[in-house]
């Protein structure tokens, strides 16, 4: 028999249960044991879903409280000195929280958050553990095995899931004196034979252990440290399968393949080519996991074409083969079914994380049996679904594809060259040394969600809700001149999400009810899907942006969201290159752009913070991607006057290796995320010599603490040490949707106040 098994499910709940009692907790109104109530009664029933579907053997220890790698440092005891309690105490759900979102002046002294950054390429956000060289580790959090006999108690066939020992190094940082993570490992190490101990008593079979950077371009003395490794680890009992995915082996397939451990997963959604040199590389003993059914979209898996693989792997493997998901689940949404807004032929079109649990079950049963009643009507129906999607002519769109054809290389250039541009918007904008702004959106407090619910329900008129809308607007408006900011922003106060409002009004774009993803925390996305050729048909922001404009004389800045984050951040077709649909978008975006101009907006900022999300993770696909990626930004910015001012903002990434293609998209400002690094990420546009204007994001908005206005003044002048301050903005990491008024208030006056000490400080130096 093929058996089939998942690497992962989602944790927030098929109506993000995790995220509300999470937020309700850090209210006060759920107490701990609520909260543990409510992440048992989840497990419970994504294990029994998954078991309904067919999977076999059920991962344990997927579910996180906040994020998995952060699960891990506990685990390991990897925890900041700025968060541990007094004398030896074990670390608690409050340490956890903590070390995700930082914690007030009143308590502990204020410590800052650990930095987040994305998991791999996805839209996925992890805490970066912080290691020390003289790190020592301990098994300190219980909750995998706490997990393991939950499950078990059930009655399931568990396979518990934990990060590998080098991938869990390689998403680390280094803090204090350098030193060398590698070093780390002989220390490290111990902790998995305790962790594989413990889950042999505790009667586990296998154990999964993701070591997803074996897709990466490894340097060598971490392909050496593989096999170092693991040639200690086989000592130690269980079965062990070691899971790769969201790319190709490559280089690093032989290493992988001749790893001393029971089985391999790898990735044939998004690596299928690696397919037929791993057969001739497993040895005899060993089980190779196929990943059939994409972990990271919404599509239907076509079963025919998986199946083919499936049979052919069998033909060699036998009982060898396992068949599963490309990916953890993690980053697909829970339930299809509960989507009963969607027309008929596309949802037949999709499949969420349930679905594709029964997908991979199928397609085991199908190797196996084959004449199966089951099987034969399941083939039919994805034969079905196949020919309908590619035939169908809500996708293909002549006048959108005519248009991108005609698009001419100076289509996508400015009309001068930034050194003399800057110089006319500077005279028309007439702003200060250190001018301060936000990224964009403001509070979006219970009040306005329920009038955009409203609205969209029926219960008010389309008056009422406008009217409700522009008395938000004047609301923010109002806070930012008292509060005396430069550049102003309307709040954002319409807009449910940066990439589903704009999503909603462009064709070519279909929308769920139930279709959440975690981002980080109890932060969830609904990505938008594409399902065809996209195009906008009128204006989206331009009558909100005006009417901002009008209540103030200060500069309003027009808040649009880029092409490539458009395009991550939602589930993309899978008939058509990513480069097609983001330059489709990006000249619908481009119409907006001009469209703000004309009404007099003089700063139009275009969010790209996906911009390095999207980069290839090996680095001979980089530069494709870099081209197409920037061509899409300039087309987008690049059909208005000199005066006019474009902005974009990038969220946390590593600059280092994509600061030249950053500067080809030759945006007059970027606004980036910092804070959480110490304004380190800085440091790849002092070497480049970055030659914009940049405005390093100077306190973290995903912490609801509240920066000193001496915190904030220490880190624009370490900006200062790497940029000119004639090309210094100052801004908050990103936009402030989910804080409160309050600390928003508070932080927005600090940072205010700070920056007019730089100014006195600017002036008393002249």
Known sequence: MVLAHNLGFPRIGRDRELKKAQEAFWKGELDEVGLRVVGQQLRTAHWQVQKDAGIELLPVGDFAWYDQVLTHSLTFGVIPERFRGHGNAKPTLQTLF????????SCRGGAHAQEMTKWFDTNYHYLVPEFTAEQQFELSWEQLFEEVDEAKALGYAVKPVVIGPLTYLWLGKTKGAEFDKLDLLERLLPLYGQIFQRLAAQGVEWVQIDEPILVLDLPQDWKNAFERAYNLLQKDPLKKLVATYFGDLEDNLGLAAGLPVDGLHIDLVRAPDQYPTILDRMPAYKVLSLGLVNGRNVWRCNLEKALEVARHAHERLGERLWIAPSCSLLHSPVDLAREDKLDAELKSWLAFAVQ????????????????????????????????????????????????????????????????????????????????????????????????????KQGKISKAEYIEAMHSEIHHAVQVQEHLGLDVLVHGEAERNDMVEYFAEQLDGYAFTRFGWVQSYGSRCVKPAVIYGDLSRPK????????????????????????????????????????????????????????????????????????????????????????????????????????????????????????????????????????SRSDMELLDAFEKFAYPNEIGPGVYDIHSPRVPSKEEIVTLLRKAALRIPVERLWVNPDCGLKTRAWPETKAALMNMVAAAHELRNDLAAQA
């Open 98 to 105: 903590a070390m995700a979102r930082g914690v007030s002046d």
């Open 356 to 455: 594709k649990c029964q997908e991979v079950a199928l397609l085991a049963r199908a190797v196996s049996q084959p004449e199966a009643a089951e099987v034969v009507a399941a083939l039919a129906e994805s034969r079905a679904v196949q020919t309908s999607r590619a035939a169908s002519p809500r996708i293909h769109k002549p006048e959108v594809q005519a248009r991108l054809a005609a698009v001419l290389p100076a289509d996508s250039q400015r009309q001068s060259v930034f050194a003399e541009r800057i110089v006319k918007q500077r005279a028309g904008l007439n702003l200060p040394a250190f001018p301060t702004t936000t990224i964009g959106s403001f509070p979006q407090t219970p009040a306005i969600r329920l009038t955009r619910q409203s609205f």
């Open 539 to 674: 204006a989206m922001t331009v009558d909100w942006i005006e009417y901002a404009q009008s209540l103030t004389d200060k500069v309003m800045k027009g808040m649009l969201t880029g092409p490539v984050t458009m395009l991550m951040w939602s589930f993309p077709r899978e008939d058509v290159k990513r480069e097609v649909q983001a330059k489709q978008l990006a000249l619908a975006i481009r119409d907006e752009v001009v469209d703000l101009e004309a009404a007099g907006i003089k700063i139009v900022q275009i969010d790209e913070a996906a911009f390095r999300e999207g980069l290839p993770l090996r680095k001979a696909e980089w530069q494709h991607y870099l081209d197409w990626a920037t061509e899409a930004f300039r087309l987008t910015a690049s059909g208005v006057k000199d005066e006019t001012q474009i902005h974009t903002h990038m969220c946390y990434s590593e600059f280092n290796d994509v600061i030249e293609s950053i500067a080809a998209m030759d945006a007059d400002v970027i606004t980036i995320e910092t």
